[in-house]
């Protein structure tokens, strides 16, 4: 490809609402230009990479069973209604009319029309395993859609449903996905961790996340450093913690008047006891009902730990009217005397008395006790972990890092297959609902993921599976013509051997052409100036290094398929 004849116009200026690096490369780059927000043209640039991507997870999935079809963008609502995700789904949901008035949605992710196909064809076990996958733009109204294409509202997703007659042979179906996916990442050349994830009320291990680190992430990733154990945050075990050995503990229940101590810091620091030693008493509303959750005042609870333990929909924190209906004034909420269920933290249960909320205005209670003065529903593991806590698999540490996550995968046993009943015949002449997994890839997320990964002060450091093209190409003196003819010759051979070159022609300085290669990010670049032409040589350099090479004319093309191959 010559750039005289691509559509190329790199820009100096980064967007004004750009806030990380990989935003403001892929706009600079000319990959994306943004339509609306959230909304982006991937420019040809940009959508070379996209195709790479989307190749490599074809690839992928197709090694392992998976079978390509294309779904449509625009659902009818029935279909929703069937499931039952019509009303839960929320505003990401993007609703809208057509002429007769009737309901449709924009799919933000597939679950129904597959098993809306899976349910009108697949009658028997014969027809299973199988595992059907798209590619194709999803629509998700994101409350903040930010980042580019990372968190945008229109991007592009695989997503694979794979259906099988039991469980054991949906864990297999899961297992091939799981080896699917990890494929993927290497073959993108991306660095990347396979996490355990949130599975929801189904509960059971089978859901993995998996993220590629990188500090700019949104998301928190909980790792062991001794071991292999790595948990979303959302999902990773918090083991109970032991109260620090030099607290004493009151053994009497008193009252305590603690005027203008609004948090737990100011009742600790009233009170002249620990922090770990004042007990929050959470109100929460878990679907229809309000709990009560104890967490010692260092620790935050973990409403989606809350939600699966409960095995509710939603879990969310209640709106003040109701903590005052069953507390008293929010801010003092204690267990004592409280009409709710109580759940209480592991780590509260260790405490021998603790201070908490005394259900008035400005009055806190000091040695209460679990079991004596109030009564616990169920004990748990309700907290977020933190740095620093015991891994459960090795007894390890646990540290915190970043990640984006790029890809999901799911068990979801017969949850739609059940409400939109999607039934076989097994081999015993039993009817039984399907048994479904789910896989999802952010494929236009890879590509800024790959960019937070791989760049310099400079621009992106494409790796090469997914370089929009491998090797750049420019004379440094284009006015020399013997120095241009050898670059044509080059660029002839290089074609011709079937390497992804572009060649930029354009009548630009060498500084201009430089930049921009550097910025745009190809793997490989080769250039040719009147001193290097003199010594019949190209100057071959990798992006990420800073060294070139002289290579004799005659074996670029051997130097540029070692490079290509090698890294
Ligand atoms: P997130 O937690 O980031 O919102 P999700 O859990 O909603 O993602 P899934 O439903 O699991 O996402 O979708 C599968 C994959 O699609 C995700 O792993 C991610 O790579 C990608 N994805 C999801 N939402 C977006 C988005 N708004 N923009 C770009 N890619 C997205
Ligand atoms: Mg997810």
New binding site residues.
């Given amino acids: 490809m010559r750039v005289s004849s691509f559509f190329l116009n790199t820009q100096r200026e980064a967007p004004a609402e750009a806030e990380v690096l990989s935003h403001i490369l892929m706009v600079r780059a000319f990959m994306i230009r943004k339509l609306a927000t959230g909304i982006f043209t991937y420019l040809p640039m940009g959508y070379r990479v996209i195709r790479k991507i989307e190749q490599i997870v074809r690839e992928c999935m197709n090694e392992e069973g998976g079978v390509e079809l294309l779904m449509p963008a625009v659902q009818p609502a029935e279909i929703w209604q069937e499931s039952g995700r019509w009303n839960k789904f929320g505003k990401e949901l993007l609703r809208f009319k057509d002429r007769h008035g009737r309901d449709y949605c924009m799919g933000p992710?597939h679950e129904e029309v597959i098993t809306e196909i899976a349910r009108s064809y697949i009658k028997s076990y014969k027809q299973m395993p199988v595992n059907l996958y798209h590619i194709q733009g999803k629509f998700?109204d994101?409350v903040r859609?930010r980042f580019g294409?990372?968190?945008?509202?229109e991007?592009i997703?695989k997503?694979a449903y794979s259906f099988d007659v039991d469980v054991q042979s949906a864990a297999v179906s899961y297992e091939r996905m799981r080896r699917a996916y990890c494929k993927v990442f290497e073959r993108c050349g991306l660095k990347y961790k396979m996490i355990d994830a949130d599975s929801g009320p189904i509960g059971g291990d089978l859901s993995n996340?998996f993220m590629v680190l990188a500090h700019t992430g949104?998301?928190e990733v909980i790792s062991c450093d001794a071991c292999d154990y790595a948990a979303n945050l959302e999902k990773a075990a918090a083991l109970p913690v032991e109260p620090s050995a030099d607290i004493t503990f009151t053994d009497k229940l008193q009252e305590v008047f603690t005027p203008n101590a609004h948090t737990v810091r100011d009742v600790a620091a009233f009170l002249n006891i620990p922090v770990q030693a004042v007990v929050k008493t959470i109100i929460l509303k878990a679907d229809e009902r309000l709990v009560a959750l104890l967490i010692r005042g260092d620790h935050e609870v973990n409403t989606t730990k809350v939600k699966n333990f409960l095995r509710v929909p939603f879990v969310e924190f209640a709106e003040p009217q109701h903590i005052e209906a069953v507390s008293g004034p929010v801010g003092f909420s204690g267990p004592i005397g409280l009409n709710i269920p109580i759940y209480v933290d592991y780590s509260v249960e260790k405490l021998p008395s603790m201070a908490v909320g005394g259900n008035k205005r400005d009055l806190h209670i000091i040695g209460a006790k679990l079991g004596v003065d109030f009564k616990a529903e169920a004990v748990g593991d309700f907290r977020a972990a933190l740095v620093g806590d015991v891994c459960p698999k090795c007894g390890g540490r646990y540290n915190i890092t970043r990640g984006i996550?790029?890809?999901?995968i799911f068990y979801l046993g017969s949850k739609y297959s059940e409400s939109m009943q999607a039934c076989f015949t097994d081999a015993d002449g039993v009817k039984k609902p399907i048994e479904m997994g789910c896989y999802?890839?952010?494929v236009?997320?890879i590509a800024a993921a790959a960019i937070e990964q791989n760049h310099d002060e400079r621009g992106i450091i494409w790796p090469i599976p997914i370089a929009p093209f491998e090797v750049a190409l420019f004379s440094l003196n284009s006015n020399n013509r013997e120095v241009t003819d050898a670059v044509e010759l080059l660029y002839k051979t290089l074609l011709e051997a079937g390497v992804e070159v572009i060649y930029d022609d354009r009548d630009e300085r060498a500084g201009v052409k430089l930049s921009d290669a550097d910025l745009i990010g190809y793997p490989v670049r080769i250039t040719v100036g009147e001193k290097s032409y003199k010594n019949g040589c190209a100057e071959v350099k990798l992006r990420k290094n800073s060294e070139a090479a002289a290579v004799k004319f005659a074996d670029v093309l051997m130097t540029v398929r070692e490079l290509l191959e090698c890294e």
């Avoid at 294409?149 to 509202?153: E, G, I, K, Q, S």
Wanted: net charge negative; aromatic share 4%; no cysteine.
């Fill in positions: 992710t998700r994101e859609p294409v990372m968190r945008a509202r991007f997703m997503d996340e949104e998301d996550e790029v890809g999901h999802g890839i952010g236009s997320r």
